[in-house]
């Protein structure tokens, strides 16, 4: 009776509500006269029939185990008498172990059903896999060819960008070769220019400066005056002539100084026009050097999509080659699959067979456990003194 006053105070852990303490057995006043001892053979089964059942409920899912294990452990508790003379409590959790079995019954019938599915379906499985198989194939192929035609595009993409990079280097050898002379030309106009404004016009006009960098420019003017070939005896006489004073110099050094300024001023007009000469052929030179330069520049930006185009493409053609793999691994597996589905199918049957028969068999049995007699049916009643008559 203990045990029993335990187990009430435990119900709501399960999520009954606890009884009124009136319905525990009331705490023994006295000494009793000792009960009738029950019959050990019968107590023997009951205590083995409810561990059978515990340890079946062990397989339940969906409940606490803490609930599952308390259930199983008070089974003997809820049985040891029979239906008549069981308390509100052992009522209670008598239902609960029911939907606790219920629940693993429900259990093996769904995996019943999941595996008859599969075998009612098995023909459509098939045909779909093999048409995912198929389409697998087909892609593959179809992303194979894309792979080829983006590797063809970087080809030319690359051979395109060469011939334009040879291009650009012979525009801009052109270039070179013909602007040569110009440039030169361009350095001696401007070193002229740099002479005649800051040397031989300020010293002809007397406006020169008295420090050395007059000296220097004269020596400069000089040498420059030999380089272009001048008249040796203007040469010699020119440095004495700019170094006076334009109210000291005489005739001969205003001739002298006059005379170079026109020699100097005679070459800077040939080159000038030597580079007006050249102006055009300068400028389709350096538009050539332009349009090559354009060209690589689209060229290697062409080579650099086609090479994206081509990562692209390999990736999607490795995806696709591993998409045929795992099709045709799936449509090479369907035979094993179903055979497994079947010997689970089976074994789910006799699983739930076993559980039936046995746990949940014993289980019902044990609810309906009783001391009533059930009657004789009337016509073996009545049968029975006709018997008697007969004989005597």
Avoid: W
């Amino acid at each position: 009776q203990a045990e029993k006053n335990a187990f009430l105070c435990h119900l709501p852990r399960f999520g009954c509500p606890a009884l009124p303490a009136e319905n525990m057995a009331p705490k023994r006043k006295a000494a009793a006269a000792p009960a009738a001892p029950a019959k050990k053979g019968r107590s023997a089964v009951v205590g083995k029939q409810c561990k059978d059942v515990a340890a079946a409920m062990k397989g339940a899912e969906g409940f606490p185990a803490h609930v599952v294990a308390m259930l199983g452990e008070n089974l003997v508790h809820c049985f040891s008498t029979v239906k008549e003379d069981r308390h509100e409590f052992q009522v209670k959790v008598s239902s609960m172990v029911e939907e606790v079995l219920n629940s693993i019954q429900a259990k093996h019938e769904a995996t019943i059903a999941d595996a008859e599915k599969k075998v009612a379906e098995a023909d459509t499985e098939k045909a779909s896999r093999e048409a995912l198989a198929e389409t697998a194939k087909e892609t593959a192929a179809s992303k194979a060819a894309a792979a080829t035609s983006a590797k063809e595009a970087l080809g030319a993409a690359e051979s395109e960008l060469k011939s334009a990079q040879q291009a650009l280097k012979a525009a801009e050898k052109e270039q070179k070769d013909g602007d040569a002379s110009l440039n030169a030309a361009d350095e001696k106009k401007a070193k002229l220019e740099t002479m005649i404004s800051t040397v031989v016009v300020p010293c002809k006009e007397g406006t020169a400066g008295e420090d050395g960098s007059v000296s220097k420019g004269i020596a400069e003017v000089t040498k420059l005056g030999k380089e272009y070939g001048f008249d040796a005896a203007l040469m010699t006489s020119l440095p004495a002539a700019l170094n006076k004073k334009p109210a000291d110099r005489g005739s001969f050094d205003q001739l002298v100084v006059e005379q170079a300024e026109t020699e100097l001023k005679n070459r800077l007009a040939t080159l000038i026009q030597q580079l007006e000469e050249g102006a055009s052929a300068r400028e389709g030179r350096a538009a050539k050097v332009a349009a090559a330069t354009a060209t690589v520049e689209a060229a290697s930006g062409k080579e650099a999509s086609c090479k994206e185009a081509l990562k692209t493409a390999l990736a999607e053609q490795k995806e696709a080659d591993a998409a045929v793999k795992t099709t045709a691994k799936a449509v090479k597996q369907f035979g094993a699959e179903m055979k497994q589905v079947g010997a689970d199918l089976a074994e789910a049957k006799q699983s739930l067979n076993e559980f039936v028969q046995g746990p949940l068999a014993t289980f019902k049995e044990l609810l309906e456990r009783t001391n009533i007699v059930p009657e004789e049916p009337a016509q073996e009643a009545a049968a029975a003194p006709a018997e008697t008559e007969t004989q005597a």
